[in-house]
């Protein structure tokens, strides 16, 4: 390997300068299959044109749910009457959502609850903030990478998706990664708590997390996302009970998740959830690969940490969502732009190794 050539914008050279030449060119390899993935997006529809009738949008069952919750009625069976009523599927269980996010909407204004999602936003922009400056050389880079940030979360500002469960488990899970450093995890934990108790997709990253904490030796961490998991899996035991209490033998059932629509389908997911949605979709999609391969350049724990969480959730949307469900993607969309801020390093550093000419070293020996 040869010596790593200055940083453009990161304070330290990429994750990819480190590579031997036979290794940048299969990365650069796979991340010419994954750019050309994206332009999938062109031929899969990311999003799906409103119903004729507006009561069948998922958006106006929640906000229809918590109407009901704060008129005075019990949760399960306010969800089982307005999931009949939208001819949405009611088996299995995990149809409905869990009673944390209508319950909490339900018993409070709805100015206020605008203020808290504000917050929130707030609190994730303040805290990457911090945790990026130490990534950049300089403050253009930075600006750029907060930039990219605030357009990821583009969407979590807008008051009328409040009811969206994804939108506030993105933004704690963005908080959750923000504040997790080695040896200070008890805050994260329990970001990534709230995160699953709102959408239980969230229960993904909290088991990465428990995994790379396994991973990485750190035992007491471990077992604090373990726990987390545990007292999830309880909870949904008795939400799944719950349900059972509503549903009838003659409700219809989910047709399935198996929607194995591809990486194209995330990149336009994640293009139409963020300020992606400004640009064209063959432009937008392969910024969504540019950004994963950003965040894998980055050579910082949570750079690792970030990667693996993006990638699971990005092979989870390609397998399993469906073209109605294209809003798992608000999920991770706050933290995957940012990726892009490093791929100048990232890139710079894997073509020039990539291309690098073996070093043939003659020896004369002298008798």
Aim: aromatic share 10%.
């Amino acid at each position: 390997m040869s010596r790593p050539l200055a940083p453009l914008w990161l304070a330290a050279p990429s994750r990819f300068a480190r590579l031997s030449r036979a290794q940048a060119r299969l990365v650069l390899a796979g991340l010419a299959l994954l750019i050309a993935a994206s332009l999938f997006a062109l031929a899969v529809p990311a999003s799906v044109d409103a119903p004729a009738d507006p009561a069948q949008t998922d958006l106006n069952l929640y906000q229809t749910i918590v109407e009901g919750v704060r008129a005075g009625g019990d949760y399960y069976s306010v969800a089982a009457r307005s999931l009949r009523a939208g001819d949405f599927p009611l088996k299995p269980f995990v149809t409905f959502r869990l009673p944390t996010l209508a319950v909490i909407e339900a018993a409070l204004p709805h100015d206020a609850i605008v203020a808290l999602l504000d917050v929130l936003a707030l609190g994730v922009f303040v805290a990457w903030g911090f945790r990026l400056r130490d990534a950049f050389a300089r403050r253009l880079p930075l600006v750029a990478a907060l930039m990219l940030l605030a357009g990821g979360m583009l969407g979590f500002v807008q008051s009328d998706l409040a009811a969206f469960h994804e939108i506030w488990a993105g933004l704690l899970i963005a908080l959750s990664l923000a504040l997790r450093k080695p040896g200070r995890w008890v805050e994260a934990v329990a970001f990534g708590m709230m995160a699953m108790l709102i959408r239980e997709t969230a229960a993904l990253y909290v088991a990465i997390m428990a995994a790379l904490a396994l991973v990485q030796g750190q035992r007491r961490e471990a077992i604090g996302w373990g726990a987390t998991l545990g007292v999830f899996a309880v909870v949904v035991a008795l939400h799944a009970h719950a349900v059972g209490q509503v549903v009838h033998a003659t409700d219809p059932a989910s047709p399935g998740w198996a929607g194995m629509l591809g990486f194209g389908f995330f990149a336009g997911a994640i293009a139409v959830s963020t300020v992606l949605t400004l640009f064209p979709l063959v432009v937008a999609a392969p910024l969504v690969a540019l950004a994963l391969a950003g965040w894998a350049a980055w050579e910082n724990d949570l750079g690792l940490r970030v990667t693996v969480t993006l990638v699971a959730y990005a092979v989870l949307i390609a397998l399993f969502a469906r073209v109605d469900t294209f809003y798992w993607g608000l999920m991770i969309a706050p933290t995957l732009l940012v990726g892009l801020a490093f791929v100048p390093d990232g890139l710079r550093d894997l073509v020039r190794v990539a291309a690098a000419r073996r070093r043939i070293t003659v020896t004369r020996v002298v008798r």
